[in-house]
C-alpha cells in the first residue's frame, strides 16, 4: 500500500472533508451526553478514513508484471465509508 499526495487527491481528499463541514458533520450542537459524543467521533473517523481511503491510497499487489492495482476496491470502499458514516451521523442527530 503507498500513498500518493498528488494536487488532485489533495484536492479530492479537502473537497470531501469541505463538502463534511458543509453539510454539518462537524457540528457539535445536538450533542447532549457522552453517548452522542462517541457516535459524533465515531462517524467523523469514519468519513475521515473513508475520504483518505478514496482520495490519496494506492495499493498494487505482485512482484512481477502483470501487477494488481486495488485502487477501485478503496474507492469503493471509501464510498461505502463517507455514505454509512453520514447516515450514521444523521440518524443520530434527528434520534437526539
Known amino acids: 500500500m ?18 463534511f463541514s458543509v453539510f454539518g458533520g462537524f457540528d457539535v450542537d445536538w450533542i447532549s451526553n ?21 482520495s490519496v491510497i494506492d495499493h498494487e499487489t505482485g512482484h512481477m508484471e502483470p501487477r494488481t492495482n486495488l485502487r477501485s476496491a478503496y474507492i469503493v470502499l471509501g464510498v461505502l465509508m463517507m455514505a454509512g458514516s453520514c447516515w450514521f451521523l444523521f440518524g443520530a442527530r434527528g434520534a437526539s
Open 2 to 19: 503507498s500513498v500518493n499526495f498528488g494536487l488532485r487527491r489533495l484536492l479530492l481528499l479537502v473537497g470531501c472533508i469541505v463538502g
Open 34 to 54: 457522552q453517548a452522542g459524543a462517541r457516535m459524533w467521533a465515531a462517524s467523523v473517523l469514519f468519513f475521515l478514513t473513508g475520504s483518505v481511503c478514496v
